[in-house]
């Protein structure tokens, strides 16, 4: 029997997505968990999977068409199979490509075609088209390495890399300016604008306190030097792999901290996803470890290796970025002392974790030198209490201080 593939809800804020390329054509063989199609929303591009095994009957929607979340993209079914024909409703084109006001717009099912999203004679995908226009490159004057020569995004990043810096003609050398700098504006994008609308909504509906804790670092730094001299390159385990099993063990101690807010119900987790804060050009992406108190340090530490270089690629998978229950945000590798950061809505906690250094420490009524590091927990004061947030903390500083705990 037909089954209909359907837009896919990524995030409790995502409304539409756009269908970017078809990875699959009509009358192609598909089975379930093969990508079927690529869609770009506000925070990034993902692959869509066939939730059924068949052939492709029907394309629903042209390449380039704003989707509304759950509306019918495609049709999977058996060779031969009769379907009628779906009517999709609320479905528009990108803007450079709506009709005329007078011109109803419909939808169309695709023919089998391999075109990318074109833009007069420049082939280059949507996502590809964005970051070229906010950092003023010339598509023309870059090779494209996609299907059919179709300028994709690493091209650009290839393109920037290769660039010779730029001086501003209003300067001589532009870290001692002899002239004031002329004012520049640049449109947000729509990643920059998602974050925008979400932590403006955490700031004033949501209120945050912040609890810090300081953890001695001395033993998980030894641990981790003996876990990597075993381990190849690519297995290597950071510390903030250490961190997320940490957390999400402590997470099952204080349930309270891995929930929701649901009217005037809080709805504890059954599960511990942790979701982990990744830089990807223009903007933030948290990506997540599912039942991260359950997996080895290496298990962790290959997810979140994995998620985060197609996150940065602009390739994540729908599950890589759904269903995170507790956030974290590492700015560790940046030499931070300390910081706090906004709680990710539906959420009700999210931990800050700052650099581990080596500083001087009195122990035992002596100076000396010894690993520390610091960490912020903001939290939802509906939802939990100051008193709370310091026992979670006093609890991740068991598992951090004693890793060996986190290893049995």
Same mark, same amino acid.
């Given at each position: ?16 997505? $756009? ?7 009509? @009358?192609?063989?598909?089975?379930? &968990? ?27 929607? =042209?390449? &380039?068409? *704003? ?11 058996? !060779?031969?199979? +009769? ?27 695709? #023919? ?41 995004? %690493? ?37 920059? #604008?998602?974050?925008?609308?979400? $932590? ?17 670092? =001395? ?17 290597? !385990? ?14 099952? #101690? ?20 942790? @979701? ?27 997810? !979140? ?25 590492? *700015? @560790?590798?940046?030499?931070?002392? =300390? ?11 999210? $931990? ?15 100076? %000396? ?9 903001? !939290? ?10 310091? +026992? ?5 500083? @068991? ?10």
């Amino acid at each position: 029997m037909a089954e209909t593939i359907s837009m896919p809800k990524l995030g409790f804020d995502m409304a539409e997505g $756009l269908l970017v390329r078809w990875v699959k054509q009509v @009358g192609e063989n598909i089975n379930k &968990g093969d990508v079927l199609a690529e869609i770009e929303t506000d925070k990034a591009t993902v692959e869509v999977e066939s939730s059924a095994s068949g052939v492709v009957l029907q394309l629903i929607v =042209d390449q &380039g068409t *704003l989707v509304p979340v759950n509306a019918p993209i495609a049709i999977v079914g058996q !060779v031969g199979e +009769q379907v009628s024909s779906v009517e999709v409703s609320g479905v528009k084109p990108k803007e450079d490509e709506k009709p005329a006001p007078q011109t109803p717009p419909t939808v169309a099912p695709v #023919q089998q075609t391999s075109s990318p999203v074109d833009s007069g004679s420049v082939k280059a995908s949507p996502l590809a088209k964005k970051i070229a226009r906010d950092q003023k490159v010339d598509l023309s004057n870059v090779q494209g390495t996609g299907p059919g020569g179709r300028i994709v995004r %690493k091209d650009i990043e290839s393109a920037l890399s290769h660039q010779s810096p730029v001086t501003s003609p209003l300067v001589s050398d532009p870290i001692y300016p002899t002239t004031r700098l002329a004012d520049q504006t640049t449109t947000m994008t729509k990643l920059r #604008q998602a974050i925008g609308r979400r $932590l403006v909504e955490s700031k004033t509906t949501i209120p945050h306190f912040y609890v810090t804790h300081e953890f001695k670092m =001395d033993a998980l730094m030894d641990a981790r030097r003996q876990i990597n001299s075993y381990v190849p390159d690519n297995e290597k !385990v950071s510390v903030n792999d250490f961190i997320l099993k940490g957390a999400a063990l402590s997470l099952r #101690q204080f349930p309270n901290l891995n929930a929701t807010l649901n009217g005037d119900k809080i709805v504890q987790f059954g599960h511990v996803n942790v @979701g982990v804060a990744v830089t990807i050009p223009g903007g933030l992406m948290t990506v997540v470890v599912k039942d991260t108190d359950q997996k080895t340090l290496r298990q962790i530490s290959g997810e !979140v290796k994995t998620m985060a270089g197609r996150a940065r690629e602009g390739k994540v998978k729908p599950d890589d970025i759904d269903g995170s229950t507790f956030s974290t945000s590492n *700015l @560790g590798m940046y030499d931070v002392e =300390d910081f706090i950061a906004i709680i990710n809505p539906p959420e009700a906690a999210i $931990l800050a974790i700052s650099s581990a250094r080596e500083v001087p420490v009195v122990e035992s009524g002596e100076l %000396k030198v010894g690993w520390r590091m610091k960490a912020t927990i903001s !939290v939802d004061h509906r939802v939990s209490d100051g008193a709370e947030a310091a +026992q979670f903390m006093q609890a991740l500083a @068991g598992f951090l201080e004693n890793p060996v705990r986190m290893l049995v």
